[in-house]
């Protein structure tokens, strides 16, 4: 067509700077036509979606009247935080014409436009992004002593043997109460820090440790109690200590959106010898729920009546756990956490989540604050409305949900371009430090294990099924290697490569519960452990891992291959997640390649290095 033009947002050459920009940086957008019949007119449309505004501005022609070689124009981003949609309207001088966005040309309608993020800069501690993070199930773990569950909240009981599936079925009424405990603690946390680091684990994620009904404790029943199951406020002070004498760092996992029935709060069983909302209206956490009528009927996550959901906007649950001089956010920061990992951030609102980092960058500036989104946090709409978490008052990062969906689509089967593209369009649509501080993952206590995913053949139907299915051999053993490829970007990629307690230990399992077992001691996959153990050596010692740029040498069809660059150090890694062998060349500028995995060295000629990749088989290329 000879009215093409050539637009790429991701060429420096047309847009400048790449990416989301902060407040009133100035930014530089050029087109140019491909023959001299192309339009001779170019003006770019904006629409800013928080302020309602749209507006147009023609860009200048930077070469001879005839030959329109360049168009060209530099203004600056909003001054305020903001999400801009732009594209392209092209004419002649006769007044024909047409738009250019995203897709290509359009005569009218459909238009789908290309997005800048407007970002207000703010501080993001780097050493989050940088490091790798380890999340752990407290209740499964580790083990020291027999756990007592007798005189604590919910009706509990233990499965003695460590090793048994976790328990799947309703009980008599229907209900699912998860009050099966293992009985992992904290000392059994601390008591493995060693191992830990040795893997490169700088951070750990620890799921809800409070005092809790359930053995997920995701119902809090106390945010001031440590549950007593996993042990007290003081083992929880020491954790945090041994961690950080390690170089390490803790996180906890905060419920704010809702609590547990069988809470100080609620207090529906009547455990606890103060008044909750459900038993009386002069109840000082009443104010906290939403009754339609009271007591019985309440609003509930997602309806489930053991999650009663909380007012936000209530100014006492405002005051407690965040504004209060000893709020819930200050005082677990102050007993050694060095940030929070927000559950449901979606179901959070905005101005509460503003708060909630303003405290804590107020107790510690160098606190993280990571949301759970599921999608593009950049452009996250939930309940009608578009959040505004990365825009420099409300999360530092989130987890990366597209990077383990685009990752696990490639590795089975898929085509490298498309995890390519996918982890572009998060690059430039977050803020840097964003994108470099993502938790970036294979699996979590919401997904099914890695090594099932990767390795089983078929996903039963039956949950009774589900409970008792183990990969053969051959899956396992195909699992296996996909597994490795997996972990081999985790670790390479920006963000903290974050690793679910267990997956580097061979654990297999479908969906919750069965991805909740307790850690095999004593029984791992030795060689995926040695595998993950390495990756993290490598990246703790190769600061270009850490903290480098990324660029893409090769993406498509089972062969990816990207950079990491930093002050003149290089990383390569490649990836063939195919079943065939593949020969893959590459630009080498030294002369030779080296395989950190395995020592082994590539000759490079004439500038290039040659290679043969097996069958599900990766390379990390200094």
């Known amino acids: 067509m000879s009215e093409l033009f050539v637009y790429d947002p991701r060429c420096i050459l ?99 436009p290309w997005q800048l993020t407007v970002y207000r800069e703010n501080h993001t501690p780097a050493w989050f992004g940088a490091g790798v993070t380890y999340q752990i199930f407290p209740d499964r773990f580790c083990r020291l002593t027999d756990p007592k569950p007798d005189g604590l909240v919910g009706d509990r009981y233990i499965q003695e043997n460590w090793a048994d599936i976790p328990e799947w079925r309703p009980e008599p009424d229907g209900e699912i109460r998860n009050r099966n405990f293992f009985g992992g603690q904290l000392a059994g946390i601390t008591s493995k820090l060693d191992q830990l680091r040795d893997m490169g684990v700088t951070t750990l994620y620890l799921c809800p440790i409070f005092e809790s009904a359930s053995n997920h404790r995701y119902n809090t029943a106390d945010y001031t109690k440590i549950d007593p199951m996993l ?60 009754f339609h009528p009271w007591p019985r009927e309440y609003d509930a996550w997602w309806g489930i009546r053991t999650l009663p959901a909380v007012r936000e906007e209530s100014p006492g649950y405002v005051d407690y756990i965040i504004e209060n001089e000893n709020s819930i956010i200050r005082r677990w920061l102050r007993a050694g956490a060095s940030g929070w990992r927000l559950d449901v951030a979606d179901e959070l609102p905005d101005w509460f989540i503003e708060k909630l980092r303003a405290a804590v960058e107020e107790t510690d500036p160098e606190a993280i604050l990571i949301g759970e989104v599921w999608e593009d946090a950049s452009t996250k709409i ?105 972990a081999l970007v985790l670790f390479t990629f920006p963000g903290s490569p974050t690793v679910y307690y267990g997956d580097e230990a061979g654990m297999e399992g479908f969906e919750d519960p069965f991805n909740r077992g307790g850690y095999p001691w004593g029984h791992e996959d030795k ?79 004439s500038g290039a290095v040659s290679l043969r990749l097996a069958p599900r088989a990766g390379l990390l290329l200094v």
């Open 382 to 486: 939930a309940y009608s409305q578009r959040r505004r978490y990365l825009q420099g008052k409300e999360l530092h990062g989130v987890m990366n949900y597209p990077f383990r969906t685009s990752l696990l689509a490639y590795l089975q089967g898929g085509d490298a371009r498309d995890f390519r593209e996918a982890m572009e369009t998060i690059r430039e649509n977050y803020p840097p430090a964003a994108f470099y501080s993502a938790m970036n993952f294979l699996g979590t206590h919401d997904t099914p294990r890695i090594l099932t995913v990767l390795g089983a053949a078929h996903v039963p139907q039956s949950k009774d099924d589900r409970a008792y299915y183990r990969l053969s051999p051959q899956e396992r053993a195909v699992g296996s290697a996909l597994v490795k490829l997996a």
């Open 14 to 112: 047309c847009k400048d700077p790449f990416g989301a920009v902060t407040c009133s940086t100035a930014v530089t957008f050029r087109c140019r036509p491909l023959t001299a019949e192309a339009f001779t007119h170019c003006a770019l449309v904006l629409r800013r979606e928080f302020a309602g505004q749209e507006e147009s501005h023609e860009l200048s022609c930077m070469g001879p009247e005839k030959e329109r070689t360049l168009f060209s124009l530099t203004l600056p981003a909003p001054a305020e935080p903001e999400l801009v949609w732009y594209h392209f309207r092209l004419w002649r001088e006769d007044g024909s014409g047409c738009v250019l966005d995203r897709t290509g040309y359009r005569s009218d309608g459909g238009l789908e």
């Open 231 to 290: 042990g007290t406020e003081e083992d929880f002070r020491t954790l945090c200590a041994q961690a950080k004498a390690r170089g390490m760092r803790v996180i906890l996992d905060g419920v704010f959106n809702h609590t547990g029935s069988q809470s100080l709060y609620f207090n529906d069983d009547g455990f606890y010898p103060t008044l909750g909302a459900a038993q009386s209206q002069d109840s000082p956490y009443y104010d906290w729920f939403s």
């Open 527 to 605: 060689s995926l452990k040695a595998w993950f153990t390495h990756l993290g050596a490598l990246r703790d010692q190769r600061q270009e891992l850490r903290r480098g740029t990324i660029q893409y040498l090769y993406a498509s069809g089972p062969l990816l291959a990207f950079a990491r660059e930093l002050e003149g150090a290089r990383t390569v890694t490649v990836v063939n997640a195919g079943t065939a062998p593949e020969a893959l060349c590459l630009p080498w500028p030294k002369e030779n390649a080296v395989d950190l995995l395995t020592g082994r060295s590539f000759p490079a000629l």
